[in-house]
């Protein structure tokens, strides 16, 4: 009994040491349905990859954290750089993932994120946290983006909506189980719309008056903090 306990000691730590090992490549599978890779680095558990996200470059590194493996969760440190630039710790148990971001930064122009033809300004962020249950229920935000300003253009359902946008800041947390983002003029703190990313995946605006009167077309009566369109669509 005792040889056939050192055999499979012998025998796990060779298997957790060839995985250890293995080329990053074998990581195909799980990024290559998103994410073009024209180059793999390193190993599994310590490697980096270039490629495109959307016809957008792509770089990533990442180091995974051995240790958390034994408390059946996985955390990982990682440096992106392309759609977004970011310092990421993230983690994913059976009951959902958590991720942190440090020094985010957005780049103004067209956005991967919010679909096709959406245009943002440039945007960053100190600190920001997000958390997400097993089940869809979004259970934790801290942060805020912020932005000194620009054009940002919204499809909103065939609406197409062009807006010079003044500083403003975009701060996350939780209702409901939703993720919901207050978009504000800094000036002032005004409210300029609501941004809900919903537990069953879907997105939804909340235009207000005073964000449509930055259109030099837009003319109105209106309360500014009223609700003036309001749109839901999958994400």
Request: zero cysteines.
């Given at each position: 009994m005792k040889r056939f306990a050192f055999v499979f000691i012998i025998l796990l730590v060779f298997g957790l040491s060839a995985i250890y090992h293995a080329p990053a490549r074998l990581l195909a599978p799980v990024l290559a349905p998103t994410i073009g890779v024209t180059q793999w680095g390193g190993t599994v558990f310590d490697g980096q990859v270039l490629g495109a996200y959307k016809q957008k470059p792509f770089y990533?590194?990442?180091?995974w954290q051995v240790s958390a493996l034994w408390r059946l969760n996985l955390r990982a440190n990682a440096s992106v750089s392309g759609p977004f630039d970011a310092t990421v710790a993230a983690s994913k148990s059976p009951l959902g993932w958590d991720i942190d971001l440090s020094q985010l930064r957005l780049p103004a122009g067209p956005s991967v994120l919010l679909g096709a033809g959406t245009?943002?300004?440039?945007?960053?962020?100190?600190?920001?946290?997000?958390?997400?249950?097993?089940?869809?229920?979004?259970?934790?935000?801290?942060?805020?983006?912020?932005?000194?300003?620009?054009?940002?253009?919204?499809?909103?359902?065939?609406?197409?909506?062009?807006?010079?946008?003044?500083a403003a800041t975009l701060t996350w947390t939780i209702n409901d189980g939703n993720l919901v983002g207050d978009l504000r003029q800094r000036e002032g703190k005004m409210a300029l719309a609501t941004l809900t990313l919903t537990a069953d995946d879907r997105i939804q605006w909340q235009i207000r008056d005073r964000l449509l009167r930055l259109k030099p077309t837009y003319s109105s009566q209106n309360n500014p903090d009223m609700i003036v369109l309001t749109v839901a669509e999958p994400l």
């Open positions: 990533m590194t990442w180091q245009i943002i300004p440039a945007w960053q962020s100190a600190v920001l946290t997000i958390g997400r249950a097993s089940d869809g229920q979004w259970t934790a935000a801290n942060g805020a983006m912020v932005t000194e300003g620009g054009l940002i253009r919204l499809n909103l359902q065939g609406q197409i909506q062009e807006i010079t946008l003044p």
